[in-house]
Nanobody, 124 residues
């Protein structure tokens, strides 16, 4: 059973930076495409960023492109997200997700495993 655990998050002022990490463990966690999603209160879950196994070109949601950077370390089974120039609109619970395929896609329904989520709050 694959388990994903997120670290990081917290409270930051507008224009600040935060980093999130996600560690994957368990049988079956191997060559997985991984992604970050977020969900703000009253809104649908939104695609943030994704990166395929072996670090093939990452993808970003329009709202975060140019400000967020996704990366992974497959030796440590870790997915990271560096968030710069944060805005109040970035406030949400951020989720790490993995799929059984190596490549990544945007729809959240294509991901098989999810972390518990970590809160990011950006004050104005």
């Amino acid at each position: 059973q694959v388990q994903l655990v997120e670290f990081g998050g917290g409270l930051v002022e507008t224009g600040g930076s935060l980093s999130l990490s996600c560690v994957g463990t368990g049988r079956g966690f191997n060559r997985n495409g991984m992604a970050w999603f977020r969900q703000a209160p009253g809104k649908e879950r939104e695609f943030v960023a994704a990166i395929s196994w072996m670090n093939i070109t990452p993808y970003y949601g329009k709202a975060v492109e140019g400000r967020f950077t996704v990366s992974r370390n497959d030796l440590k089974n870790t997915l990271s997200l560096v968030m710069n120039n944060l805005e109040p609109e970035d406030t949400a619970v951020y989720y790490c997700a993995a799929r059984t395929e190596e490549m990544v896609v945007r729809p959240s329904t294509s991901y098989n495993y999810w972390g518990q989520g970590t809160q990011v709050t950006v004050s104005s």
